[in-house]
């Protein structure tokens, strides 16, 4: 079981850069796959993957935020983060991480992740 705890969240203007942090809890959370989700305002049924890091350190990007976006995780401290440059106004939304002891590789569906983090608010204007 895994807990997670998102942190770095604000508000920005176009163009700038955030970066977010998600905690996890538990000895063997690096070896789970992780990932950052957002939902956009108005579409609460619906959680966009942005970035996945599987264990052995592969990685996975969705085309809206490729060259912007960079996932990292430090295992040792068992954080993950989203590095957050270039910001646009349709960045904004709330950004949930998740985590999955296993994933069909590369997976950016909200389904495929059974551990959720509260969710961290991102406004850029």
């Known amino acids: 079981h895994v807990q997670l705890v998102e942190s770095g969240g604000g508000s920005v203007q176009a163009g700038g850069s955030l970066r977010l942090s998600c905690a996890a809890s538990?000895?063997?959370?690096?070896?789970?796959?992780m990932a950052w989700f957002r939902q956009a305002p108005g579409k609460e049924k619906e959680r966009e993957g942005v970035a996945a890091i599987d264990s052995d350190g592969s990685i996975s990007y969705a085309d809206s935020v490729k060259g912007r976006f960079t996932i990292s995780r430090d295992n040792a401290k068992n954080t993950l983060y989203l590095q957050m440059n270039s910001l646009k106004p349709e960045d904004t939304a709330i950004y949930y991480c998740?985590?999955?002891?296993?994933?069909?590789?590369?997976?950016?569906?909200?389904?495929?992740?059974?551990?959720w983090g509260q969710g961290t608010q991102v406004t850029v204007s």
């Open positions: 538990g000895s063997t959370a690096g070896s789970y796959c």
């Open positions: 998740a985590a999955a002891r296993m994933v069909r590789w590369p997976s950016l569906s909200q389904h495929d992740y059974n551990y």
